[in-house]
């Protein structure tokens, strides 16, 4: 199924999601690239990869929705039917949403509900919860909310700063993001109630990850 995703920077996700989808049997195909930033880093690994890839500075757009429809055509030219966000700081308008309703991906560094939006690790830390994890979820009009396809569980240790916790939260968003996507290629997912369910068995709906001690 061919996917693009949009990034904003480092790209340490969209790097994990094109490693999956060279593996032999991979469902899902990046297919193209975009980032709102010319200066993101992670515009290299699809360089690198020989994934087609494009620059859309926002600030060259009135409103939020001609930027949009503009993505929204992009991908319709590369004929993406899946979309993955992966660290795209932009706030995406309704319409948007709805264009790619459950065809839209996003992960978000918390087990949501708990702690949406911007800062997630250190407002985990201040609320000492014992663990948190990633999630990747459905998206909807609402920032950080939508039905979850994946989530993964890593320890909250009592020294961790929000960098040691945000590191060993990536970990298991670099195995996450692949498996969910696999998962949404594979047409197995359906919503149903706003809740996602996997028409096979022998599919994992849950996924626990508790990296290696540091
Ligand atoms: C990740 O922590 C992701 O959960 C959040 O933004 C970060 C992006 O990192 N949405 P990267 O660009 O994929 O390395």
Same mark, same amino acid.
């Given at each position: 199924?061919?996917?693009?995703?949009?990034?904003?920077?480092?790209?340490?996700?969209?790097?994990?999601?094109?490693?999956?989808?060279?593996?032999?049997?991979?469902?899902?195909?990046?297919?193209?690239?975009?980032?709102?930033?010319?200066?993101?880093?992670?515009?290299?690994?699809?360089?690198?990869?020989?994934?087609?890839?494009?620059?859309?500075?926002?600030?060259?757009?009135?409103?939020?929705?001609?930027? +949009?429809? $503009?993505?929204?055509?992009?991908?319709?030219?590369?004929?993406?039917?899946?979309?993955?966000?992966?660290?795209?700081?932009? %706030?995406?308008?309704?319409?948007?949403?709805?264009?790619?309703?459950?065809?839209?991906?996003?992960? $978000?560094?918390?087990?949501?509900?708990?702690?949406?939006?911007? +800062?997630?690790?250190?407002?985990?830390?201040?609320?000492?919860?014992?663990?948190?994890?990633?999630? %990747?979820?459905? %998206?909807?009009?609402?920032?950080?909310?939508?039905?979850?396809?994946?989530?993964?569980?890593?320890?909250?240790?009592?020294? +961790?700063?929000?960098?040691?916790?945000?590191?060993?939260?990536?970990?298991?968003? $670099?195995?996450?993001?692949?498996?969910?996507? +696999?998962?949404?290629?594979?047409?197995?997912?359906?919503?149903?109630?706003?809740?996602?369910?996997?028409?096979?068995?022998?599919?994992?709906?849950?996924?626990?990850?508790?990296?290696?001690?540091?």
């Amino acid at each position: 199924m061919r996917t693009a995703v949009l990034i904003s920077g480092r790209g340490s996700n969209l790097a994990a999601l094109i490693d999956a989808c060279r593996r032999p049997g991979a469902r899902a195909e990046i297919a193209l690239v975009i980032s709102n930033r010319p200066d993101a880093a992670g515009l290299q690994h699809a360089r690198a990869a020989g994934i087609p890839t494009e620059t859309v500075d926002h600030r060259r757009f009135e409103t939020r929705e001609d930027y +949009d429809r $503009h993505l929204s055509d992009r991908f319709e030219a590369h004929r993406v039917a899946l979309v993955c966000l992966a660290g795209f700081m932009r %706030v995406l308008s309704g319409w948007f949403a709805e264009r790619w309703r459950d065809r839209l991906l996003n992960i $978000h560094p918390s087990l949501l509900p708990a702690f949406p939006g911007l +800062d997630a690790h250190r407002r985990a830390l201040a609320a000492g919860v014992r663990f948190s994890g990633c999630t %990747v979820h459905f %998206v909807r009009a609402e920032v950080d909310a939508g039905p979850i396809v994946v989530q993964g569980v890593v320890p909250v240790r009592q020294e +961790d700063t929000p960098e040691t916790l945000a590191a060993r939260v990536l970990q298991a968003e $670099h195995r996450c993001y692949p498996v969910a996507l +696999d998962l949404v290629a594979s047409g197995r997912v359906r919503v149903v109630d706003e809740r996602v369910l996997i028409e096979d068995a022998a599919m994992p709906a849950t996924i626990l990850i508790s990296p290696e001690p540091e």
